[in-house]
């Protein structure tokens, strides 16, 4: 039998596996002739039977009856993970969630291998849970027994910008000092490494790594930001109401801004407080979109337009989104700017951890030669100026933004897993 081996990428926002063959390394269709897939899941209602990535996004976005769900990998480490969640009616835990959409990409691996696979490097974030060791372990060893449920003997983990610098590894001529910029839907991660393609079939990369750091900060929480500075105060947000001109509770609000969050909020006591809330409301236009959001359950479809007008305003400089669903004719006009001054915060927390990513290298901004851009939040105007202000002198590599952590982990497994030395990479 042939040996082969796998890297799989589980993402907050999109996922993807690539296969190690003999050698060759090639990413695997995983949703028609998609090599990514989106990390979502729907449960139809009566029998739960799950649906997965656009088809799920779809369904959701048709109005089908059913639950849906994404950013799933933020749960990992959580206390979320031992509570459960409801879906359609029966209690179901997150572990079980995960393994049904990990099991759907092994299942594509296996086929396009022709057997099934029992050796894999799964990608993580270099931190799950910020300033949390305990949770960190927690979320590294929770995905470790959802990869031996879907029928994994053999596991290891990689770190995600590590295994985005060896997908680009293959294209360099001679040794660059590289930094790898690698921006989640749910963190962003930096490695200082070493890289050349005459260290391809070095088993140990351990001297070439010189640092990496992480923040939990990725594309939902610019989602997120953005929706609460132009977004949600169109429903509402921080407004008042009563006589004491008391502020509405914000929580709501901040959770309808969260992938992760949004379906905790539709229960009768939310429903009926905000239903009281608007009767004493000070603007009770603003105020009563919230309630239809609440009562007609479309707090995904909320965040979705917050997102398509993330992606949209990394390329123009205006945006108009628009919420038909919550009222008829309801629109919001949403400038380049006020989406950069919501973000500003998130986007130096970022840099201050690729900061320190060199510091902990011992390198300067002069010496980085290559910065490798991997993740779609890499898209975001304001952090492309940032970075390029911050590495003036360096090359930028931003091919396979999506699918080079995949196809960096089936890398990675051949070396951990023995198969014969690396031939190709199929892109």
């Known amino acids: ?41 729907f449960f139809r209602p009566v029998d739960n039977k799950a649906f997965f990535g656009r088809t799920a996004i779809d369904l959701f976005f048709d109005r089908q009856e059913g639950r849906f769900m994404r950013s799933l990998k933020r749960v990992l480490g959580t206390s979320l993970m031992k509570h459960g969640t409801v879906v359609n009616g029966a209690t179901m835990n997150f572990a079980s969630i995960i393994t049904s959409f990990l099991r759907h990409i092994k299942e594509k691996a296996d086929a396009v291998a022709g057997q099934e696979i029992d050796s894999v490097v799964m990608g993580r974030p270099v931190h799950f849970v910020d300033n949390d060791p305990d949770a960190d372990a927690r979320a590294q060893a929770e995905l470790t027994s959802i990869a031996q449920r879907i029928g994994f003997k053999h596991i290891d983990f990689q770190f995600e910008p590590i295994a985005a610098a060896f997908a680009h590894e293959v294209h360099i001529q001679g040794e660059k000092l590289a930094i790898v910029v690698d921006l989640g839907g749910g963190t ?7 890289l050349s393609n005459q260290y391809l079939n070095k088993a ?19 989602d997120k930001q953005l929706s609460l500075s132009a977004i949600m105060p169109e429903l509402g947000y921080r407004s008042t109401y009563g006589a004491k001109h008391l502020e509405v509770p914000l929580k709501p609000f901040h959770d309808l801004a969260e992938w992760s969050k949004v379906n905790f909020l539709y229960t009768p006591k939310l429903i009926m407080q905000t239903r009281q809330l608007l009767h004493e409301s000070h603007d009770k236009k603003r105020y009563n979109r919230l309630l239809q959001v609440l009562v007609h ?25 628009l919420f038909d669903f919550i009222e008829d004719g309801f629109s919001i006009t949403i400038g380049r700017e006020r989406f950069e001054e919501a973000i500003q915060d998130d986007v130096e927390k970022i840099a201050a951890s690729a900061k320190e990513c060199l510091q902990q290298a011992g390198v300067t901004n002069e010496a980085i030669d290559l910065v490798i851009l991997t993740g779609g939040s890499t898209e975001v105007h304001s952090v492309q100026v940032e970075f390029k202000r911050l590495f003036p002198n360096a090359a930028i590599a931003d091919e396979n933004k999506l699918s080079s952590v995949g196809l960096g982990l089936a890398y990675d497994s051949q070396h951990k897993f023995g198969s014969p030395a690396i031939t190709g990479v199929a892109r």
């Open 204 to 222: 140990d990369r351990t001297s070439d790594i010189l640092a990496n750091t992480g923040v939990r900060i990725g594309g939902n929480d610019f």
């Open 1 to 41: 039998m042939t040996k082969i081996s796998c890297g799989i990428d589980f993402g907050t926002s999109n996922s993807s596996v690539a296969i190690d063959k003999n050698g060759h390394i090639s990413l695997v269709p995983v949703e028609q002739s998609h090599v990514t897939i989106p990390s979502a899941i």
């Open 297 to 321: 359950e479309t707090g995904h479809t909320l965040l979705a337009a917050a997102e398509k007008a993330k992606i949209a305003l990394s390329a123009q400089e205006k945006h108009q989104a």
């Open 188 to 194: 962003s991660d930096f490695t200082v490494i070493k």
